[in-house]
């Protein structure tokens, strides 16, 4: 099993932004330098919380201080941009990184940055596919283009001048383009099946419960075969809020505190998604009062805490539960404990991961 690391990031809205900011750079610097395979980041505008509005300029500015992890768009929210803008941004940010690129797309989940960008009550999964497929064609397509769709039209027929540059998109550094992965919440996604056939490869998302991304295996192999691509779970990325310390107490403490850097992050996610009616989402039966969905209840569900030793037995439980992905995503979480923010990392990828992987090899 590889090792990655995906951010939000979440952090309270009245901590200095310059400072959350350094903070967000520290940790993949320190992912790279301890080895991890990947870091996806995530974007949001409209939140003083969720305070990256551009995952690829943020993967910009680690282009040529990192070495050896890559980096991934952990989302673009595809229908709050342009087609064009996007394509031609992803491009750079793949040379730049000489590869080094992961694309992940989504729709969008944060709902004022879809009133901000005029698309409140759009047909957003429309918007979305649509994007991906002009995006595809402008890195695939010679020019002059001349692509029509029913929410953007894209042309340089009448500007073309081949021998200036002028009207044609550069292509990525990855040939015909970067792998594209997509976040997966929802139960047996139908949208993951589309996703698989296409060849695209998912991240199940680290606020549902073991149950629920157990059930996005069958809908990748469903899609895997209907698009004739190979089954295999090396590809399938499941993330995790984990808290790894040198003694049981301070991680239970730290991981479970519900006013601490755990505690945090998954009211800041319920209060957003109890507003769209959508707490099911931390719930292991949909069935389950919303009472009873406490702030309590979703750490002690889904955080995973504890020393080396315990907290890879727990993923190897994991594993055994939802089935044999082939990543992990260490989730970052704001470091009210900068000191313990940064062990938990170096013991995850020094300690946790050959425990991991010892144990998967005497069983598979």
């Excluded at 429309?126 to 010679?142: K, N, Q, S, Y």
């Excluded at 990325?237 to 301070?250: K, M, N, Q």
């Amino acid at each position: 099993m590889n090792l990655g690391y995906f951010t939000m990031p979440i952090h309270p809205a009245a901590r200095n932004y310059t400072q959350t900011l350094k903070e967000d750079r520290e940790a993949i610097l320190l992912a790279d330098r301890m080895g991890y395979a990947e870091a996806f980041i995530g974007e949001h505008v409209t939140d003083t919380c969720e305070t990256i509005p551009s995952c690829l300029s943020f993967i910009a500015s680690l282009a040529h201080v990192t070495n050896q992890i890559r980096l991934g768009s952990g989302t673009v929210n595809l229908p709050n941009s342009h087609p064009a803008q996007i394509a031609a941004h992803v491009a750079m940010i793949d040379h730049l990184l000489e590869g080094r690129f992961v694309f992940g797309i989504g729709p969008g989940g944060l709902r004022s940055d879809w009133e901000i960008f005029g698309n409140l009550e759009a047909d957003r999964n429309a918007m979305f596919v649509e994007c991906i497929d002009h995006i595809l064609a402008l890195w695939t397509r010679d020019p002059p283009y001349d692509i029509e769709g029913r929410f953007w039209n894209l042309s340089t027929r009448r500007t073309l001048l081949p021998e200036s540059g002028m009207g044609i998109m550069v292509r990525p550094y990855q040939k015909p383009h970067p792998p594209i992965v997509v976040t997966v919440v929802v139960p047996g996604s139908r949208g993951l099946t589309a996703a698989a056939a296409r060849g695209w490869t998912p991240i199940s998302a680290n606020f549902i419960h073991p149950n629920t991304v157990a059930t996005h295996w069958p809908a990748y192999v469903e899609g895997r075969e209907r698009g004739g691509h190979e089954v295999t779970g090396r590809d399938w990325r499941v993330a995790r809020s984990i808290f790894v310390a040198d003694d049981a107490r301070t991680a239970r403490e730290y991981a479970m505190d519900p006013d601490g850097a755990y505690g945090f992050y998954f009211k800041n996610l319920m209060m957003k998604r109890r507003a769209r009616g959508q707490l099911d989402t931390f719930k292991h039966d949909v069935s389950m009062p919303d009472s009873e969905c406490t702030i309590d209840y979703v750490l002690k569900h889904l955080v995973i805490h504890g020393t080396p030793d315990s907290v890879a037995e727990q993923i190897v439980e994991l594993r055994k539960t939802v089935g044999a992905f082939g990543t992990l995503l260490y989730c970052g979480h704001d470091w009210v404990d900068p000191d313990l923010a940064r062990r938990s990392l170096e013991l995850m990828a020094a300690e946790v991961m050959p425990r991991v992987n010892r144990r998967l090899e005497l069983s598979p």
